[in-house]
């Protein structure tokens, strides 16, 4: 475990909702375990990876290729902040934003 508390925004939060209970429960597990379990431990389990030229210190998770979670490591809050969820394919076209 980390010890870092993870937040997801609004805008998180309602991709979330809008999915049937398995894609929801997919994407929770991969938040957990990529996001607090291995956060800073490098794993073939998570496919996870800093943006470069990131406004922010943006980092991009994808889970089961199929989605990618945006978020934002406050190492001195000790918070992972979930700032987007979307499907892989959309966030393509969004890597530049964050």
Do not use: P
Not at 13 to 30: A, F, M, W
Not at 36 to 63: E, P, Q, S, V, W
Not at 75 to 95: C, F, L, P, R
């Amino acid at each position: 475990m980390s010890g870092f508390e993870i937040l997801l925004s609004k805008k998180a939060i309602k991709y979330l909702e809008g999915l049937d209970d398995t894609s929801y429960n997919v994407i929770l597990d991969g938040i957990n375990k990529c996001l607090d379990t291995y956060l800073f431990i490098k794993t073939t389990l998570c496919n996870k990876k800093a943006l470069k030229g990131a406004r922010y210190n943006t980092h991009r998770l994808h889970i089961n290729m199929k989605y990618t979670i945006f978020y934002q490591i406050e190492e001195t809050e000790s918070t992972v902040y979930v700032i987007d969820i979307m499907g892989i394919n959309q966030a393509h076209s969004k890597y530049k934003r964050y």
